[in-house]
């Protein structure tokens, strides 16, 4: 019997390894931050492993493939729920108690204990920081934050406009996003600079949108898409190491990559079929965005230490271990917390 998996893409496997794919993305991520923050480098003076070393430090990339999924299931939980009030404080929920939990301590010893200063832990606390500062602590909540208040807005404009097709308004909202990251970049150099990490990752999360439509009706592509996904990947890889674009076209590519990179990572987890694999990448997916923030908390902690030493690979085994006890607690903690609230809101018959 043929598999059919192997005939056609079905974007419905976007959904059925969610929990591997964001694991896969946020384990890239936070060897990305030990090259970028601690100076770790994973080829060990081995010219074999300089390959390894060159993709762990394109795991900003990661962010891409992150975002393209977060709007593909946002499209899940609105269309079974349009309801604007519901969704917002839903998604909020979610992504206000990691920070409040995990840093919420921290901040608060250092901005009201230490700095006696009320201001900066609420601008910290309602992530407007970064916006108003361009602090980039934990800058992919901030940004995140703004895709989930602005996503019924988004769904209406794409799904329920009758203005042209829903593509051609696709194409429309990124023309519109990307002239207007090169407006504030030539007008307002020092806010862009603040807040073009975040600013020009809007584009994939727009596609992502897009996507959560086809992924929710389960339709399929050609099994040649993979291929072409395949190839994507390589390609953006070269372009990305030969250092053809820089700044904000830079910043872009990385959607050339980030994306098809998804489907390459659904093809590879459907050839293997490892349950194992697949429950160990998942296991890190459903604490994805506590393991975002505990990371770089803990990394900025070991940062103000006597212990902190760039380039020791033994120092950020222990702090991983880290990242994920203190995330794995406060994922048990946020289900509780959850968990009571919806019970307080039952009323008795």
């Known amino acids: 019997m ?22 896969i993305s946020i384990l890239w991520i936070m060897l990305f931050h030990a090259t970028a923050m601690l100076k770790l480098h994973y080829d060990f003076g081995l010219p074999i492993l300089k390959p390894l070393d060159a993709l762990i430090g394109y795991g900003n990339m990661g962010v891409e493939t992150f975002l393209f999924c977060s709007g593909i299931f946002l499209y899940f939980s609105f269309y079974r729920n349009p309801d604007i009030l519901s969704f917002i404080k839903k998604r909020l929920s979610r992504l206000f108690w990691p920070v409040v939990i995990i840093t919420g301590l921290f901040w608060v010893y250092k901005y009201l204990v230490i700095k006696h200063d009320t201001s900066l832990f609420l601008s910290k606390l309602t992530m407007m920081d970064f916006w108003v500062s361009g602090d980039q602590q934990i800058w992919f909540v901030a940004c995140i934050l703004v895709c989930y208040l602005i996503y019924p807005y988004i769904y209406s404009y794409l799904f329920n406009s009758k203005f042209l ?46 996507f959560g ?123 509780l917390i959850i968990k009571g609230n919806k019970k307080k809101k039952v009323k008795p018959v």
């Not at 043929?2 to 694991?23: A, H, M, P, V």
């Not at 990124?174 to 970049?185: G, H, I, P, S």
Request: proline share 3%; hydrophobic share 55%; aromatic share 18%.
């Open 2 to 23: 043929k598999n059919n998996s192997t005939k056609r893409l079905e974007l419905s496997d976007i959904s059925k390894y969610k929990g591997e794919i964001y694991g």
């Open 165 to 210: 097709n829903s593509f051609l308004r696709l194409v429309i909202l990124l023309a519109m996003t990307a002239l207007l990251t090169l407006v504030l970049r030539s007008t307002y150099p020092e806010t862009y600079k603040n807040i073009e990490i975040a600013l020009t990752r809007f584009p994939v999360f727009f596609i992502g949108c897009y």
């Open 213 to 335: 439509k086809f992924v929710y009706e389960k339709k399929s592509l050609p099994k040649y898409f993979y291929a072409i996904c395949f190839a994507l990947v390589i390609f953006a890889f070269v372009i990305l190491e030969l250092k053809v674009f820089s700044g904000v076209w830079r910043r872009w590519f990385y959607m050339v990559g980030g994306i098809p990179l998804t489907f390459v990572i659904i093809w590879v987890l459907n050839f293997l079929k490892c349950k194992p694999l697949n429950k160990f990448f998942a296991f890190f997916g459903t604490i994805s965005l506590n393991l975002y923030v505990s990371h770089i908390m803990v990394i900025k902690v070991y940062q103000m230490s006597p212990f902190v030493e760039h380039k020791r690979l033994l120092h950020y085994l222990v702090l991983m271990v880290i990242f994920v006890v203190i995330a794995y607690l406060a994922e048990l903690l946020i289900n």
